[in-house]
Every structure is written in structure tokens, then in C-alpha cells.
């Protein structure tokens, strides 16, 4: 079995809120990535958390705050949003970190919106 | 760093004729590892396969195969005899084995129509 959930689905909001996504597996895997993907772009890495430490931050702007608050659990808050923010947000999840056989596997994605 | 080049932006085919999509890479990196996902419109970025950089052996699974060159820097990946269901956005992508995370490297993805 190689899901990885993601909720909501879809996600509207203004600039001035504050929402949270969440990604969850139950693989055992201990690699957790946010990846943001605009519209006929290819996906771009945002977090890496390894171990349930954050490992990569890809220069992100802290309007985005990553947390993994154990190893099946990976949020992303999100507050004071930009209109450029809305994308499909990405969460994939893989064995082992830096492992010669680590592969990742991606959830469904949030189609974000901001208004 | 790294980069990820494939050439085709779209393609379209008839159902049941070959498709090849066509993957150039580059890195400094003497081990590193490729991949091709397949995106079809619901949005789920799908794992197909995977090659690692000390093991050019070309396979076949189903209907897809891949051809690891690495004289050439390539990876190209072929579907057999074309289904609708095929018609998706294919990337290839390219990692290097850190122990922070394996960060995916994606090419600007071809889109593949395969029309009935």
C-alpha cells in the first residue's frame, strides 16, 4: 500500500485568514516533502522533513509553516496568503531518507485557491 | 546542480501506436537516482519507475519500458501500444541521495494525448 492522504481537496481563501493542509501516511515511511505546483509547471520542492525534523527549507517565504507533529503527520499552515499562492499543493512521502532505494510517493494534492 | 530537460512539450498519438518521451539530465553527482510520474488531470503525481545510476539495465514492465543511457545522460521511457488511459502529463525527475531528504529535481513534464 502506497497512499498518502491529503485534506481538503480544494481549499478557498481570503488574505487575511489563516487554514492548515494536511498529509498523512501510514507506510512507515520517515521522509515527508511539501511540494508546490503551479498550473502547467512541474512540481516544486518546498520542505523536506526527515526523521520528523525539519531537513530542507526551500527558501520558502513564513507566510507557509511546515509541522510534523509525529511520523504518519505532516501540516502546512498557511496565513496571510498572496493571490501568486494559489497552486496544487503536493505532499509525498518516502522510506528512507537518503537511501539507495527511496522512491516518493504523492498524495492527491489541495487545489488552493486565494482570493 | 541538477537539471532536468524534456524536449517535447506535448504529443499526441493514436491508441495503440508507440510513444517515446525523451529525458536529458544533468549533475555532478556520480551516484544519483531517475525517475519518470505520470500526472493525469485529477492531479495525483502517480510513480512509474525508477533507475538507479549504477544500474544501466533496461527493462520492461507491461507496457512501459525505459532506456537508461548514461553516456548520453538520457532517460527516455516508452509506452507500448497506447491506451486512453495514458493520456497524462509525464514527468522525469532526478535525486540525489541525501540523508535531509531526497530532493526531486522535475523536468517541465511532456503531456501525452492518446486519442480513440
Known amino acids: 500500500d502506497t497512499e498518502v492522504t491529503q485534506t481538503p481537496k480544494h481549499l478557498v481563501m481570503g488574505m487575511t485568514n489563516k487554514k492548515s493542509l494536511k498529509c498523512e501516511q501510514h507506510?512507515?515511511?520517515?521522509?515527508m516533502y511539501w511540494y508546490k505546483q503551479k498550473a502547467k509547471k512541474p512540481p516544486e520542492l518546498m520542505f523536506v522533513?526527515?526523521?520528523?525534523?525539519?531537513?530542507i527549507n526551500e527558501s520558502v517565504p513564513s507566510r507557509f509553516s511546515p509541522e510534523c507533529p509525529n511520523s504518519s503527520l505532516l501540516n502546512l499552515h498557511l496565513h496571510a496568503l498572496q493571490p501568486e499562492d494559489s497552486a496544487l499543493y503536493l505532499c509525498?512521502?518516502?522510506?528512507?531518507?537518503?537511501?539507495?532505494?527511496?522512491?516518493?510517493?504523492f498524495g492527491p494534492g489541495t487545489r488552493l485557491t486565494v482570493l | 546542480a541538477q537539471k532536468v530537460t524534456q524536449a517535447q512539450t506535448e504529443i499526441s498519438v493514436v491508441e495503440k501506436e508507440d510513444v517515446t518521451l525523451d529525458c536529458v539530465y544533468e549533475?555532478?553527482?556520480?551516484?544519483?537516482?531517475l525517475f519518470w510520474y505520470k500526472q493525469p488531470p485529477s492531479g495525483e503525481l502517480v510513480f512509474l519507475i525508477r533507475r538507479n545510476s549504477f544500474d544501466e539495465q533496461n527493462e520492461i514492465s507491461g507496457r512501459y519500458s525505459w532506456n537508461f543511457q548514461k553516456s548520453t545522460s538520457s532517460f527516455n521511457f516508452t509506452i507500448t501500444a497506447s491506451q486512453v488511459v495514458d493520456s497524462a502529463v509525464y514527468f522525469c525527475a532526478l535525486s540525489e541521495a541525501k540523508a535531509a531528504g531526497n530532493k526531486l529535481t522535475f523536468g517541465g513534464g511532456t503531456r501525452v494525448l492518446v486519442k480513440p
Open positions: 509525498a512521502s518516502s522510506q528512507e531518507p537518503g537511501g539507495n532505494t527511496d522512491t516518493q510517493y
Open positions: 507506510m512507515g515511511h520517515r521522509a
Open positions: 549533475t555532478r553527482d556520480t551516484t544519483y537516482y
Open positions: 522533513y526527515s526523521y520528523e525534523k525539519l531537513s
